[in-house]
């Protein structure tokens, strides 16, 4: 019996292989269409003088139905309209019916001159190897929804139109490899691939003094052209001599690993988080297997210097006061490091104190030349003790385990609140009172959003009466998700932003030197128009947004932020302070609350040296003055708790969170808030009173004086 099963199992084993090769083929998209037919275009065509990099268009009879290749999650589901093979505009209309849908995008103001049958549907799933398959040129016949599963032969569309250059009706077919490298679309379908991976431009490791001077200016004149509020933080006059002091640097030639450092001093000056570097240095030399390394670390918590970790055999000297590092003072030494930090957003201050907390010791070492290359470093404590700290030999390969151990770590506060891809929002209920939403990102589906929204309306329906909504370490994401979200809680209509700017409403000269747009002569913001006596373009939002009718919590929110809650979660919080919709408690978030440069980036790469830059291209006003939080800050919370060891190192868990919850346990609110505010200003008509008594006694006094010195 058991050498059947073997015989049979041999027999049965190539079969088996080839069902599993034939499942792993994909569908034809065309229904009822054999494999390969109708092939317009391959990779590596032209169409007409444009190079077809990685499109497979494939033909067929207008409204013939598509179906889907394969299985996959939904990551997009969006009008689309290609300018080019390589760039194309995105519609925020849901695709549903497209005769109907079209005539609103008319109405919104479609230009007449352009076909909008061009206009398609494009649907973006995400397999489960991590790879993502774009269907483009789509009528939409069903709604998606981003999050929801699709299965292999689901109907997902009838046949449209592309491309303005392809007359025929035609869908598109791009792969998508992890990290969003272009793919093969052929042989997935198992045809003979035509598809030629690009080919990796060889990065120079030095730049001649021209070179780097090139892309320098390339840089300087692309933020003059596209980034809108270039002067918002820094002066004309400041950043055209820090300009010029990198034109100087670079005169004898420069390595592009240190010119990714004098990039980064541009950036910096200008104080914009979303103006940012995006590609690696190029490293002048072989990485090395290991290094020197400090044996004690630093940093600054309530404004005072003091030891923040240590080998265990020294823990004598944590939480100990620092005066001087190597002889230098520690006020001086805070300067320094300040003006190498990145990411600092107008004049945000708790970022700084987060990188001066938990980073000072790095950042001197890095940038430091008088720095010992052993990792050794000497401090002076507040007794005027001074101790040698002597440096340890570490391994820098991933395999070998050797390091310098330091305690406390800071492990869990640094992923407190970050979750995985499969999971970036966390709903709990802490009782039957106190409930809890957790959100790493705004980037999320409309699934995970609808479980918001019943989550939400569960809350409403059993009374609770406090919602915790934790955005900590949230780096933003969608705008409109977050509208939504904020709908969920809002109690009266409100308008996420006022207004924006851009430069211009076209026709960037930088965008020769883009990876993202495909031409200089292009029209992106057509709803901006110019104002007299003021520069640049503005478009003001007229759409209110309502209260969600069927998901709305009207208990008492509380909104968690520290220094990593940027984007689109600063504007969460901001409207939570703006109509008073709850209590922010935490620390002040690392974007500002008056305005950001969002919503439209442009990739910019410098020739030479091939460094991706992200470049905003418009400005975003929020809300243009307020008494409790100062111009270009970010949002303060309501219920500050400062950056401690403590919290640093989970001492006793979460110290905000904690927090949090002691604060309702003592249900202090908005209440307390505006009783303390009130209070302040009643103190203040106090001393007001004071003063003028005390003036009009002291006026009395002097007048008696006179008229005796009279008699």
């Not at 990551?75 to 849908?101: E, G, W």
């Not at 409790?628 to 060891?645: K, M, N, Q």
Request: aromatic fraction near 10%.
């Amino acid at each position: 019996m058991r050498l059947t099963k073997k015989i049979i199992s041999i027999i049965l084993f190539p079969l088996s292989l080839t069902c599993v090769a034939q499942a792993d083929v994909f569908l034809w998209p065309i229904k009822d269409a054999k494999t390969g037919e109708n092939i317009l275009y391959k990779p590596q065509d032209y169409i007409r003088n444009e190079f077809n990099l990685g499109n497979l268009i494939i033909h067929a009879p207008k409204g013939s139905l598509v179906q889907a290749p394969t299985s996959g999650e939904v990551i997009s589901f969006q009008y689309v309209y290609h300018n080019s093979l390589a760039y194309l505009n995105m519609f925020r209309i849901p695709p549903t019916n497209f005769d109907k849908d079209s005539k609103i995008l008319i109405q919104q103001g479609w230009n007449d001159s352009e076909d909008i049958n061009f206009v398609s549907a494009s649907l973006g799933l995400k397999l489960q190897d991590g790879r993502t398959i774009y269907i483009s040129g789509l009528r939409p016949i069903k709604p998606f929804k981003t999050g929801e599963k699709i299965k292999r032969g689901d109907e997902i569309g009838t046949i449209g139109y592309f491309y303005k250059t392809i007359r025929q009706p035609a869908i598109s077919i791009r792969m998508s490899e992890r990290g969003g490298i272009v793919g093969d679309p052929m042989s997935p379908f198992g045809l003979k691939s035509t598809f030629r991976k690009p080919e990796m431009v060889k990065n120079k490791t030095f730049l001649t003094a021209e070179e780097a001077k090139y892309d320098l200016m390339v840089l300087v004149d692309a933020l003059k052209d596209g980034f809108t509020g270039l002067y918002d933080y820094v002066s004309e006059k400041d950043f055209e001599a820090h300009v010029s002091q990198a034109l100087t640097s670079v005169q004898n030639g420069i390595t592009n690993a240190d010119f990714h450092t004098t990039v980064a001093g541009i950036i910096r000056i200008v104080h914009d988080n979303h103006l940012a570097i995006l590609s690696r240095p190029i490293p002048s030399s072989p990485p090395a297997t290991s290094a020197d390394m400090p044996t004690v670390s630093f940093g600054w918590l309530k404004d005072s210097l003091v030891v923040t970790q240590t080998r265990m055999n020294q823990s004598e000297y944590l939480k100990r006061r620092i005066t001087e590092v190597d002889g230098i003072p520690a006020d001086v030494l805070r300067e320094q490091l300040i003006s190498y930090i990145d990411g600092i957003e107008g004049t945000v201050e708790s970022h700084r104190d987060f990188v001066l907390a938990t980073t000072a010791m790095l950042r001197y070492f890095q940038n430091n030349p008088e720095a010992s290359p052993k990792g050794d470093v000497s401090l002076t404590f507040d007794d005027g003790e001074t101790i040698l700290f002597e440096g340890a030999r570490r391994s820098l390969s991933a395999s070998s385990g050797v390091c310098v151990p330091m305690a406390p770590t800071f492990t869990d506060f640094y992923f407190a609140n970050l979750v995985d891809d499969s999971q970036e929002l966390s709903l709990e209920k802490f009782s039957d009172q106190t409930a809890y939403l957790k959100l790493s990102t705004f980037d999320i589906t409309e699934v995970q959003q609808d479980q918001i929204a019943e989550f939400i309306a569960s809350l409403a329906d059993s009374n609770y009466q406090n919602l915790i909504i934790d955005l900590r370490n949230n780096r933003g994401g969608s705008d409109e998700t977050m509208a939504r979200l904020f709908s969920y809680i809002a109690q009266q209509p409100f308008y996420d932003w006022m207004y924006s700017k851009v430069n211009k409403k076209g026709n960037f000269d930088f965008f020769e030197h883009t990876t993202n747009y495909g031409g200089v002569d292009m029209v992106l913001f057509p709803e901006h128009f110019s104002e007299k006596g003021r520069d640049g373009y503005f478009s003001y939002n007229t759409k209110t947004i309502l209260p969600n009718e069927n998901a709305n919590f009207k208990g008492n929110v509380y909104v968690l932020t520290n220094e990593r809650s940027l984007s689109a979660s600063a504007v969460f919080a901001g409207l939570v302070h703006k109509y008073r919709r709850g209590v922010v408690v935490g620390r002040e978030t690392g974007s500002a609350y008056h305005q950001m440069k969002a919503l439209k980036f442009a990739t910019l790469r410098l020739p030479n040296s091939q460094i991706d830059i992200n470049v905003p291209l418009v400005k975003i006003v929020f809300d243009t003055c307020t008494s409790a939080i100062p111009h270009w800050r970010g949002v303060l919370p309501d219920y500050e708790l400062p950056l401690s060891l403590e919290e640093l190192s989970f001492e006793d868990g979460d110290a905000i969170l904690n927090y949090v919850k002691e604060l309702i346990e003592k249900g202090y609110y908005l209440k307390e808030i505006e009783n303390s505010e009130t209070q302040k200003k009643q103190n203040w008509y106090v001393r007001l009173i004071s003063i003028v008594c005390c003036s009009i006694v002291v006026y009395l006094i002097i007048r008696v004086v006179n008229k005796r010195k009279l008699r």
